[in-house]
């Protein structure tokens, strides 16, 4: 990853914390943006925006990390907050796509990663927000995989289970909750964003040269063993 161009939306906590850590420790060079600019430039990526400010002319990366955990009855979820979740996990992906494509054209070796959710191919209740705007992450990463492999653009997505980050906090708020999460995954314990982040790196690298139109089920075995 040394000295590749990579572009980080939501990398100042969590997953994309661990992921600007990993690929700054293997000499990557990071083009770091966020809701609140924290550490960042800002980048309001539920809104329409014409160009990203910053942008490298060549991009051999885009990471896009922003997500939402609402889990609501589905009586009590509104459709604005169907709105919000898609806003924030699919559009906001599809608008920093378009923005970067030009530059990810340039790259010899350019590689896309998306996160999903294992509530997508895993029923769970009280998800249907979530799920429904992480579905639509899984159809864009196919399709997008499939209209670019012409221009050698790998596209693929992480679905993780639950993981320790700031947004989980108040699945795992207490020891009881942590070690109820624990159980129910067959590995015995919850995600570590460095989990998640050693995925990503992987399929941002020339490791995963063949593999493009993936869904890589990062999840402690949730989605297929029981």
């Not at 699945?171 to 999460?181: F, I, M």
């Not at 129910?184 to 139109?213: C, K, N, Y």
């Amino acid at each position: 990853m040394k000295g590749k161009h990579i572009i980080l939306v939501g990398g100042n906590s969590g997953i994309g914390k661990a992921v600007a850590e990993q690929l700054t420790a293997q000499g990557a060079i990071l083009f770091m943006y966020s809701k609140s600019g924290e550490g960042t430039t800002a980048l309001d990526f539920s809104k329409d925006f014409e160009e990203i400010p910053g942008l490298p002319e060549v991009i051999d990366g885009v990471v896009y990390c922003p997500g939402t955990i609402n889990l609501k009855p589905f009586h009590r979820i509104s459709i604005e907050d169907f709105k919000q979740e898609m806003e924030v996990n699919f559009y906001g992906a599809v608008r920093v796509l378009q923005a970067c494509l030009k530059g990810l054209k340039k790259s010899a070796a350019p590689a896309v990663v998306l996160y999903s959710t294992v509530a997508v191919q895993t029923g769970m209740g009280f998800h249907s927000g979530i799920s429904s705007a992480k579905g639509a992450i899984e159809g864009l990463t196919r399709s997008l995989a499939a209209e670019w492999a012409p221009s050698k653009i790998r596209v693929n997505a992480i679905a993780p289970s639950l993981t320790e980050t700031p947004l989980a906090g108040a699945l795992l708020s207490t020891p009881e909750k942590k070690e109820a999460s624990d159980k129910r995954h067959p590995l015995g314990r919850v995600g570590h964003p460095e989990d998640i982040a050693s995925a990503t790196v992987f399929l941002l690298s020339s490791q995963s040269s063949w593999m493009t139109g993936q869904i890589l089920h990062v999840d402690g075995g949730m989605s297929h063993i029981k």
